[in-house]
């Protein structure tokens, strides 16, 4: 089992910046993708940002350009900074982990973290 804890949500400004954080722990061997998610009231879950274990990086249009993904890989820990942040980026941010096992791949999810942009 991996168990994934967030950090770093909270209030932040129109055009202000926050880096979100998110530590593995358990059993983290195999651990090939880890990524965020988030889902704003009324809306479905969107992906944010990933990151593979060799640093291929994939980001959501409506975030490029204002945000940067990583990860250290000897702490299985992903970071995910954003700027320029737009009351629409308002919503629960939520980590992934895929863990690759022998029966195929898991996901595991973190419990999720607020971020909300207001004036």
């Known amino acids: 089992q991996v168990q994934l804890v967030e950090s770093g949500g909270g209030l932040a400004q129109p055009g202000g910046s926050l880096t979100l954080s998110c530590a593995a722990s358990?059993?983290?061997?195999?651990?090939?993708?880890m990524g965020w998610y988030r889902q704003a009231p009324e809306k479905r879950r969107e992906l944010v940002a990933e990151?593979?274990?060799?640093?291929?990086?994939t980001y959501a249009e409506s975030v490029k350009g204002r945000s940067t993904i990583s990860r250290d890989n000897a702490k299985n820990t992903v970071f995910l900074q954003m700027n320029s942040l737009k009351p629409e980026d308002t919503a629960v941010y939520f980590c992934y982990a895929d863990q690759v096992r022998q029966v195929g791949v898991a996901r595991y999810w973190g419990q999720g973290t607020q971020v909300t942009v207001s004036s």
């Open positions: 990151i593979t274990s060799d640093s291929t990086r």
């Open positions: 358990g059993n983290r061997f195999g651990i090939s993708v």
